[in-house]
């Protein structure tokens, strides 16, 4: 899957763009602040229906404007498609495909695969673990439809057992509701714990080949789910901390508390790694959820890659940048402050790119 060219209309600072892009490596270049990462976010929004920083619609549009409008032309193979978003102010959005409005936006997942490397990623490792179930959700729910409809029943049994531990009404007189939602709540449970275990057993060697490659070699990494033991009974859970959880007011166990560990050698790395570790794991990490994309039959992902060279020494980069254009990746995005940098990491790439300049939300091939 690659995006041909764009439309932006009042998207975060970028007042108004249209542009083509190489089918292969797109460069982006421009100080601190100008709208580079916005218009990764732009790309990323088409793929996933939101933002990837988590703000709201309201938010994404143009401080002086009322709305905003992205829509982005893609092919994949012989096949063409049109991807359009709208976003008004205090108005439900407005999702195409092929000028077909879609009736939930979940069927959009996974039609344009995307996988973007950001400085925003550090939240995985530094964050709770509602970052790192959040990226592992995402992933799987981009391969797999059973898993992506789990977690939207599961989510919703969630919001109303809540809702029910928020009452004013005693909670033996809700005593069948609740029995109700925890049911669903174990259903979908059930089918979201095999899933994750089965994505844990599949993802690690490909992130541990990456991180080989990237990496310098003298260091283990690794992975851990946290979750409910075999033996627990998770509806049975639920009816046991239903007091409990009714003086809290939420639910306090589940699939969404459950966590991701990453380790290096043995421990968890938001203790021992240093920044250039750190930064090499979250890179690892998201090329091999690229890799496992590809792997589960799906159309070839965009990689956007934000402010990929801070923190890491040139000969990592090199790695990198030798790595994510080899013909096993597809069209790559890659935003930098250095026109330099950039320039001497193209003239040993043998593919077509394009370079581009942003200033203030302006953006110039």
């Not at 193979?77 to 000028?99: D, L, M, Q, S």
């Not at 029943?153 to 928020?166: G, W």
């Not at 260091?219 to 075999?230: D, F």
């Not at 901390?241 to 639910?251: A, P, Q």
């Amino acid at each position: 899957m690659i995006i041909s060219s764009i439309s932006i209309l009042n998207f975060k600072n970028i007042e108004s763009a249209e542009l083509s892009f190489s089918p292969k490596i797109n460069c982006l270049f421009g100080n601190n602040g100008m709208g580079k990462t916005n218009l990764l976010d732009a790309l990323y929004y088409l793929s996933f229906t939101k933002n990837y920083t988590n703000l709201t619609d309201s938010q994404l549009i143009k401080h002086d404007a009322d709305f905003a409008v992205i829509q982005g032309y893609y092919r994949d193979g012989g096949e063409t498609a049109e991807v359009y978003c709208g976003i008004r102010k205090k108005h439900k959005k407005i999702f195409r495909w092929n000028k077909k409005d879609y009736d939930r936006l979940s069927e959009h997942i996974g039609r344009v695969p995307a996988v973007m490397i950001s400085p925003a990623d550090s939240g995985l490792i530094q964050g709770g673990s509602e970052e790192r179930r959040k990226f592992a959700d995402m992933l799987v729910s981009q391969y797999d439809r059973e898993y992506l409809q789990a977690l939207i029943h599961y989510n919703k049994a969630l919001q109303q057992r809540n809702a029910l531990l928020r009452s004013p009404v005693p909670t033996e007189t809700n005593a069948g509701l609740f029995e109700i939602w925890e049911e669903q709540m174990a259903a979908a449970g059930k089918i979201i714990r095999e899933k994750r275990k089965d994505f844990m057993e599949q993802y690690l060697p490909v992130f541990n080949r990456y991180y080989s490659r990237i990496g310098t070699g003298q260091e283990s990494i690794g992975m851990e789910y946290e979750t409910l033991s075999e033996e627990e009974s998770f509806a049975s859970l639920l009816r046991e901390k239903r007091e409990r959880d009714k003086i809290l007011g939420y639910t306090s166990v589940g699939m969404h508390k459950e966590d991701f560990h990453f380790l290096l050698d043995g421990h968890l790395i938001r203790k021992t790694g240093s920044q250039g570790q750190i930064k090499t794991f979250l890179i690892a990490l998201k090329l091999a959820q690229y890799r496992l994309l590809v792997e589960k039959g799906s159309s070839t992902p965009i990689l956007l890659l934000d402010d990929l060279f801070d923190k890491l020494d040139a000969e990592r980069v090199e790695r990198i940048i030798h790595l994510v254009t080899q013909p096993e990746f597809g069209q790559i995005f890659i935003t930098d402050t250095n026109r330099k940098y950039l320039d001497e990491i193209l003239a040993g790439i043998p593919y077509d790119y394009k370079l581009f300049q942003v200033n203030n939300g302006t953006v110039q091939e």
